[in-house]
């Protein structure tokens, strides 16, 4: 299995402009996550998809955000319109109910200029 | 309350020698922790984790400590390595949560110098 795969690797925007994070979890895992990672708060969770269906979106930060999960294969994280203090590294994440240990992708380095 | 705290945001040890990396959570519910380790431009990968009903488990270098009544846990890495050199989390699921969910610390970057 190739992993978890996102795409792209690097994004930089510009303010204002919108910006669309995808993400192939590994093939059976039925849970996902978004994670964003800065400097001060680490790891932080935005979002967790649970056969496809969003379970708890606590950590979106404003409605600037959205995740979607059409299908057991794909997810994606949109950001409109970007803002400079969204400049992080995003990361999805996948694992199967009842296990903790989740598997990371490589993440997308995003810069909002 | 539930937080995963890692105080020390860096730590920097010689080849050779025990890394202890520390964490402290904030609610005593917590029953399951685990670490992650991330290399630069990688994502976290598990590295080993420890239940609530065990003080200690070890694999290989690698031990983790737990304290429950001091709500802390440790890992030790004997002896240390120039390739353990990353950004180490650790991590809970939230109590009464999903149980897939989890809560990280900020991280702690362990150098190892040769």
């Known amino acids: 299995d190739a992993g978890v795969i996102q795409s792209p690797r690097h994004e930089v925007t510009e303010m204002g402009q919108e910006v669309t994070l995808r993400c192939k979890p590994i093939s059976g895992h039925n849970s996902l996550f978004w994670y964003r990672q800065t400097m001060m708060r680490g790891l932080e969770l935005l979002i967790y998809?649970?056969?496809?269906?969003?379970?708890?979106d606590s950590g979106m930060p404003e409605d600037r955000f959205s995740a979607k999960m059409p299908n057991a294969s794909f997810s994606t994280l949109k950001i409109q319109p970007s803002e400079p203090r969204d400049s992080a590294v995003y990361f999805c994440?996948?694992?199967?109910?009842?296990?903790?240990?989740?598997?990371f992708g490589q993440g997308t380095r995003l810069t909002v200029v | 309350d539930q937080q995963v705290k890692q105080n020390s945001p860096s730590l920097s040890v010689q080849e050779g020698r025990i890394s202890i990396l520390n964490c402290d959570y904030t609610?005593?519910?917590?029953?399951?922790f685990l670490w992650y380790k991330k290399y630069p431009a990688e994502g976290p990968t598990f590295l080993i984790s420890?239940?609530?009903?065990?003080d200690k488990n070890e694999d290989g270098r690698f031990t983790v400590f737990l304290n429950k009544s001091a709500k802390h846990l440790s890992l030790h890495i004997v002896p240390s390595q120039p390739g353990d050199s990353a950004v180490y989390f650790c991590?809970?699921?939230?109590?009464?949560?999903?149980?897939?969910?989890?809560?990280f610390g900020t991280g702690t970057l362990l150098a190892v110098q040769p």
């Open positions: 420890i239940s609530s009903i065990k």
């Open positions: 991590a809970a699921p939230p109590y009464g949560g999903a149980t897939n969910k989890l809560i």
């Open positions: 609610n005593s519910m917590f029953d399951y």
């Open positions: 994440a996948s694992s199967l109910t009842g296990l903790q240990e989740a598997f």
């Open positions: 998809f649970n056969n496809n269906v969003p379970i708890d």
